[in-house]
């Protein structure tokens, strides 16, 4: 991999590795090989040619409704709220995309933090669903507002209502991994 340099790079980066992942998840591996690797470079490319799309957020929508028993975030179950993955303080949407089942801890907890932030800070890495809603809205807010072609450098300057500078590029071994809490 090169050097990663814009913000469409990261993203479409990250958003590779979390096929690899997904990938790996759905095979039971303990470790990355050749193939979640080959899945992780075609996607890139593509996605940075434009011959591939990221899929819209209807599938996530399915696993939202079927989930709905389980905090998004750590698995716990009861009381149930639903939190906004971007907080509104930060200009997160009150739409269906940006809502996700959490437990009241979880959802206090997290607060007005960026879901990247928030996870580091607990040395956690979210379940790959909430990741994947979660890049889906960054990568259709940098579309719309114009920002994937900036540099890393530049859109440092931004107010973004995310951290783009915590967005993962390197992920943990799926070992390390959940896909969602059911
Ligand atoms: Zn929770």
């Not at 050097?3 to 998840?25: D, F, G, P, Q």
């Not at 739409?95 to 996700?100: E, P």
């Not at 500078?165 to 059911?182: A, Q």
């Amino acid at each position: 991999m090169k050097e990663i340099r814009t913000v469409r790079e990261k993203l479409y980066w990250s958003y590779a590795n979390l096929a690899m992942a997904h990938t790996a998840l759905d095979k039971e591996q303990t470790k990355y090989g050749p193939f979640n690797f080959m899945i992780r470079s075609r996607l890139f490319k593509g996605l940075i040619t434009g011959s591939m799309n990221i899929h819209t957020l209807l599938d996530d929508e399915k696993i939202k409704l079927g989930a709905g028993n389980h905090c998004s975030y750590c698995g716990a179950g009861g009381n149930l709220a639903l939190d906004h993955l971007i907080p509104r303080y930060s200009g997160g949407q009150d739409t269906g995309d940006n809502l996700i089942y959490a437990c009241r801890s979880c959802n206090s907890s997290k607060g007005k933090l960026d879901l990247m932030v928030w996870m580091e800070k607990q040395k956690k890495f979210p379940p790959l669903m909430v990741l994947r809603r979660y890049l889906k809205i960054v990568i259709t807010y940098c579309t719309t507002f114009d920002r994937l072609d900036m540099s890393l450098e530049e859109v440092k300057n931004q107010q973004l209502p995310f951290s783009i500078e915590h967005i993962p590029i390197d992920f943990p071994k799926p070992s390390e991994l959940i896909m969602f809490y059911d």
